[in-house]
T-cell receptor, first 111, second 114 residues
């Protein structure tokens, strides 16, 4: 995960929007993903975006991709306490058939 | 099965012992992946199977680590002469054909070497 960087921690109030950022380094990455990990659980795929897109919206989730700056963000609207978890961005590197994960951002939602 | 199943969910072993971790992928998924997640880190790639063969084992840290998938379904990750630094959560994932639409992960096996 050393090539995919994320801020470690984010704290938001319930009902506010959360924005989790990620910077990746491989311009050949074709797909970029957001996964959610709750304590003691595996990784749950939240959403993904193809590299030729700059935005994707899925209910409360909005993914923005700035390919020029290799910057990916996940916006969660109306954040709920159930959204508290660790969020990982991951890139699928063309020709390698594997996902490379970031270090994860711990999102804490307080009432 | 409905999801990716990993057993055991927790394993405590003594330094120097041999361990096997099992992964049962989603039925019909040809691609299977092993990742290792250390505390406070993101998952790190270990090995990828396409069918029965290891398509990429570049992430295995050393020759104490080995994985098999003899019938193209269940996979076993084997660790010889365990060290305390091997303590981590070992995650398995599968995908239908190795395409890039995201994998389905199991809940992991937490390995603790004492």
């Amino acid at each position: 995960g050393e090539d995919v960087e994320q801020s470690l921690f984010l704290s938001v109030r319930e009902g506010d929007s959360s924005v989790i950022n990620c910077t990746y380094t491989d311009s050949s990455s074709t797909y970029l993903y957001w996964y959610k990990q709750e304590p003691g659980a595996g990784l749950q795929l939240l959403t993904y975006i193809f590299s030729n897109m700059d935005m994707k919206q899925d209910q409360r989730l909005t993914v923005l991709l700035n390919k020029k700056d290799k910057h990916l963000s996940l916006r969660i609207a109306d954040t709920q306490t159930g959204d508290s978890a660790i969020y990982f961005c991951a890139e699928f590197r063309w020709g390698t058939d594997k996902l490379i994960f970031g270090t994860g951002t711990r999102l804490q939602v307080f009432p | 099965g409905a999801g990716v199943s990993q057993t055991p969910s927790n394993k405590v072993t003594e330094k120097g012992k041999y361990v096997e971790l099992r992964c049962d992928p989603i039925s019909g998924h040809t691609a299977l992946y092993w990742y290792r997640q250390s505390l406070g880190q993101g998952p790190e790639f270990l090995i990828y199977f396409q069918g029965t063969g290891a398509a990429d084992d570049s992430g295995l840290p050393n020759d104490r680590f080995f994985a098999v998938r003899p019938e193209g379904s269940v996979s076993t990750l084997k660790i010889q002469r365990t060290e305390r630094g091997d303590s981590a959560v070992y995650l398995c994932a599968s995908s239908l054909d190795g395409s890039n639409y995201g994998y389905t992960f199991g809940s992991g096996t937490r390995l603790t070497v004492v």
